[in-house]
């Protein structure tokens, strides 16, 4: 769907492309790999059109085996649900990408903690496209007084950025 041009283009005007490893650039993969990406690009897990890495989780089976197997380099049968540990697990591979922007949803941030995400996981969906009643629906479950006291995850969140080399405050 992208015109031959348009890499040399975003190479030439210095600008940066949006990697989502569930929706590689290249058709012959089913999956990006996040340790590939160029250092010129923003990398994330979902955007406002689809759904949270916890909804895609549990929207096919099979393609979750395949990430399970391939990807991530577990053996045996993917969980059925997207624990907090293996959200983590995907938020960390993302946070050590090349890409000079790593740029997460707060579903996808708050997927990591058992106590902090959404129990409703169709309600952490923001936009469907395809359907024009559900457009930009999203409301946090949240506060923000109480995503300030949330001090595991934010805790959780902040060390993951240290560990990874994102902190800007070196």
């Not at 540990?85 to 890409?99: A, D, I, R, T």
Request: net charge neutral; proline share 5%; with cysteine.
């Amino acid at each position: 769907m992208i015109p031959d041009c348009v890499p040399w283009v975003m190479k030439e005007l210095q600008i940066l492309s949006l990697e989502i490893q569930r929706m590689p650039k290249s058709r012959a993969l089913e999956f990006g790999s996040v340790g590939d990406y160029p250092y010129r690009s923003v990398c994330t897990i979902s955007t406002h059109d689809m759904s949270t890495l916890r909804g895609w989780w549990k929207e096919d089976y099979q393609q979750t085996q395949r990430f399970f197997n391939n990807v991530l380099g577990h053996y045996g049968a993917a969980p059925e649900k997207a624990s907090g540990n293996l959200c983590e697990e995907v938020v960390k591979q993302h946070l050590y990408s090349n890409s000079i922007f790593c740029v997460l949803t707060l579903q996808d941030w708050l997927s990591m903690s058992e106590e902090w995400r959404n129990p409703n996981i169709e309600a952490e969906r923001i936009n469907v496209p395809a359907n024009p009643k559900h457009y930009w629906r999203y409301r946090m479950h949240l506060s923000l007084e109480d995503l300030m006291q949330a001090d595991s995850i934010n805790t959780k969140i902040r060390e993951l950025i240290v560990l990874t080399g994102r902190n800007p405050q070196k």
